[in-house]
C-alpha cells in the first residue's frame, strides 16, 4: 500500500479523531461513547451516541461510529442510514473511505452485489485499498464469487499495488524463483539463488550464495525513476562487490542491462549484463567487458538458473 493510502485506511479503519464534537453533545459525552466504541462495546456505544447525536448532527465520524455500531449489533437498515447521514455531511476522504466499505459490507451480507460493488467503486475514490477485506471478511462470502466482484477486487488490489498491473513492472518475473545455478554448459554447480518479487512487486530481490560457502550477495532490481528503465544494484561480501548495472530493458527474450567498471589498473570497462529468458525452468546469466568501446568483448562470467522443483534437492 502507498503512503497516501496507507495513512487513509488507517485514519478510517481504525476511527482517529479528527473533529470535535457536536455543539449539542458534550465532550465528555462523546469522549465516553468513542471509548465504548474502541472498546467494541457495540451496545454502549449506540445508545450514547443515539442520545448525544441529534438528527440534525453533522458530525460524519460519529454516524460513522454509529453504523459500525448498528452492523456489529445486526441492526444494518439502521446502520446504513448511519452511514448515509455521514456521508451527507461533506465528511473528510478517509471517513467516506471507511463508510462507503462498511455500506458495501452490509449488501454483500445481503447478497446484493451490484450495490456492494457500487459502494467498493466509491470507497476507492476516496482511499480504499484494503482488498484483503474482500478476500477474507465473512461479508463477501455470498458475492465473492461474482465476476463482478472479482473484477472490483483486482481494481482495489492495483490501487494498492499499481506495479502489479505495471507489464514494464513484471517484465523481470521470470527470473523469480528459487534454482541451482551452474556455469553454463557443464555440470558444475557454482550456488544457489532465490530471487523474489518484493514490495508489492515493485522490485525483484536476488539472494546469492555460492557453492561451499566462498561468496554470498544480494541484488535489488527495480525500474528507476530517473531513466524508466530497470536499475539493478549488486552488493556482495567479497573486496569492491558493489556495481550497478542500469539501462536495463526486456527485449527479444532478454533482460539486457550496460555497466561501467575498471579493471585491475584501473582502466574503464564497459559491459553488458544480459538474462536470457529460456522458458519457464531456466535462465542463462552472461556478463562481459570491453576495454576498446566494444570492438572486443572478454567474459566474466555465463551461469545458467536451473529451477529447484519440490522433492530436488539443492
Request: charged content about 20%; hydrophobic content about 35%; some cysteine.
Amino acid at each position: 500500500m502507498n503512503k497516501t493510502a496507507a495513512i487513509v485506511w488507517l485514519i478510517s479503519a481504525f476511527g482517529l479523531q479528527v473533529c470535535s464534537a457536536d455543539a449539542q453533545s458534550s465532550p465528555a459525552e462523546m469522549k465516553k461513547a468513542d471509548s465504548l466504541y474502541f472498546a467494541q462495546d457495540w451496545v454502549g456505544a449506540k445508545n450514547i451516541y443515539y442520545k448525544i447525536l441529534p438528527d440534525t448532527s453533522g458530525n460524519s465520524i460519529a454516524w460513522n461510529r454509529l453504523g459500525f455500531s448498528n452492523y456489529n449489533t445486526g441492526n444494518y437498515a439502521d446502520a446504513l442510514k448511519d452511514y448515509n447521514k455521514a456521508l451527507a455531511n461533506k465528511p473528510i476522504p478517509p471517513v467516506k473511505a471507511s463508510a462507503y466499505s462498511r455500506m458495501a459490507r452490509i449488501n454483500g451480507l445481503q447478497n446484493n452485489a451490484g450495490a456492494a460493488i457500487s459502494n467498493i467503486d466509491s470507497a476507492m475514490v476516496y482511499g480504499y485499498a484494503s482488498f484483503d477485506e474482500l478476500d477474507s471478511l465473512k461479508d463477501f462470502a455470498a458475492i465473492r464469487n461474482n465476476d463482478d466482484f472479482k473484477k472490483v477486487r483486482e481494481r482495489v488490489y492495483l490501487a494498492a499495488y499499481p506495479c502489479m498491473g505495471n507489464p514494464q513492472a513484471r517484465a523481470f518475473d521470470f527470473w523469480a524463483g528459487e534454482w541451482n545455478v551452474y556455469v553454463t554448459g557443464t555440470q558444475t554447480l557454482g550456488g544457489h539463488s532465490l530471487v523474489q518479487v518484493v514490495s508489492g512487486g515493485c522490485a525483484i530481490l536476488e539472494n546469492w550464495d555460492s557453492t561451499g560457502g566462498a561468496s554470498t550477495g544480494k541484488s535489488l532490481n527495480f525500474i528507476d525513476g530517473a531513466t524508466n528503465m530497470w536499475r539493478q544494484c549488486w552488493i556482495g561480501s567479497y573486496p569492491n562487490g558493489q556495481q550497478d548495472f542500469v539501462n536495463g530493458e526486456y527485449k527479444d527474450g532478454a533482460m539486457r542491462f550496460t555497466f561501467t567498471t575498471t579493471d585491475a589498473k584501473g582502466n574503464k570497462l564497459i559491459g553488458r549484463f544480459i538474462f536470457y529468458n529460456e522458458g519457464p525452468d531456466k535462465v542463462r546469466q552472461f556478463n562481459e567487458t570491453s576495454a576498446d568501446d566494444g570492438k572486443t568483448w572478454t567474459t566474466n562470467y555465463d551461469l545458467t538458473y536451473i529451477r529447484i522443483k519440490k522433492g530436488m534437492s539443492k
